[in-house]
């Protein structure tokens, strides 16, 4: 499994880290051990489902995480449709999930990475949606990097547990599963 997010404090709270908190979630709930470094990425293991599962938050900013992924996936004797990709979403309502196989990166720069880096688009992913900006100054790239809204805070928590939920669903029952369970769904915006 792999979040994704910029790293250090400056951007820990911010629309584009929503895969790196799915990830933290998933771990606060399953996570066994401590964390290490590998591969360019923070990793720790995690128990679900009677499996292990490597949990990885790459530490390269978020449009180069394909570098990141590709060596851990290298190490680990890992494919593309081994993976579970959790990340931001602005083409989706603020709190709408969804799963999916795999499929072309839509301009999120940090999933055309890791594309680039296995040569595939067919790696699995669950999409947190963070909404669009309003008509304004700035812009999608400062927006996604900006922090979430006191209304947006407030959801946030329930949010980040519906895609944790559908993690959890997609690793014990699969992708198809996921996707039939959570794509129906939207978490409640604020």
Request: charged fraction near 25%; proline fraction near 5%.
């Given at each position: 499994?792999?979040?994704?997010?910029?790293?250090?404090?400056?951007?820990?709270?911010t629309?584009?880290?929503?895969?790196?908190?799915a990830?933290?979630?998933?771990?606060?709930?399953?996570?066994?051990?401590?964390?290490?470094?590998?591969?360019?990425?923070?990793?720790?293991?995690?128990?679900w489902?009677?499996?292990?599962?490597?949990?990885a938050?790459p530490?390269?900013?978020?449009?180069?995480s394909?570098?990141?992924?590709?060596a851990?996936c290298?190490?680990?004797?890992?494919?593309?449709?081994?993976?579970?990709?959790?990340?931001?979403?602005?083409?989706?309502?603020?709190g709408?999930?969804?799963v999916?196989?795999?499929?072309?990166?839509?301009?999120?720069?940090?999933?055309?990475?890791?594309?680039?880096?296995?040569?595939?688009?067919?790696?699995?992913?669950?999409?947190?949606?963070v909404g669009?900006?309003?008509?304004?100054?700035?812009?999608?790239?400062?927006?996604?990097?900006?922090?979430?809204?006191?209304?947006?805070?407030?959801?946030?928590?329930?949010?980040?547990?519906?895609?944790?939920?559908?993690i959890?669903?997609?690793?014990?029952e699969?992708?198809?599963?996921?996707?039939?369970?959570?794509?129906?769904?939207?978490?409640?915006?604020?």
């Amino acid at each position: 499994m792999v979040g994704l997010g910029n790293p250090g404090p400056r951007y820990a709270r911010t629309r584009h880290n929503v895969g790196f908190m799915a990830a933290e979630e998933f771990l606060g709930r399953h996570g066994i051990g401590g964390t290490g470094e590998e591969s360019g990425s923070l990793v720790r293991e995690a128990r679900w489902a009677g499996e292990v599962i490597l949990v990885a938050r790459p530490q390269s900013f978020m449009n180069l995480s394909g570098g990141a992924v590709g060596a851990l996936c290298r190490a680990r004797g890992a494919a593309a449709e081994d993976l579970l990709l959790l990340y931001d979403d602005a083409d989706l309502p603020f709190g709408t999930i969804r799963v999916r196989p795999g499929g072309r990166p839509a301009g999120h720069r940090g999933v055309e990475s890791i594309v680039a880096a296995l040569g595939t688009d067919q790696v699995p992913r669950v999409r947190i949606g963070v909404g669009r900006p309003e008509t304004g100054e700035g812009g999608l790239r400062e927006y996604v990097l900006e922090e979430f809204t006191p209304e947006e805070v407030e959801a946030l928590g329930s949010v980040i547990g519906v895609a944790t939920d559908a993690i959890e669903c997609a690793l014990r029952e699969g992708v198809k599963k996921a996707m039939n369970r959570y794509n129906q769904r939207q978490s409640e915006g604020p």
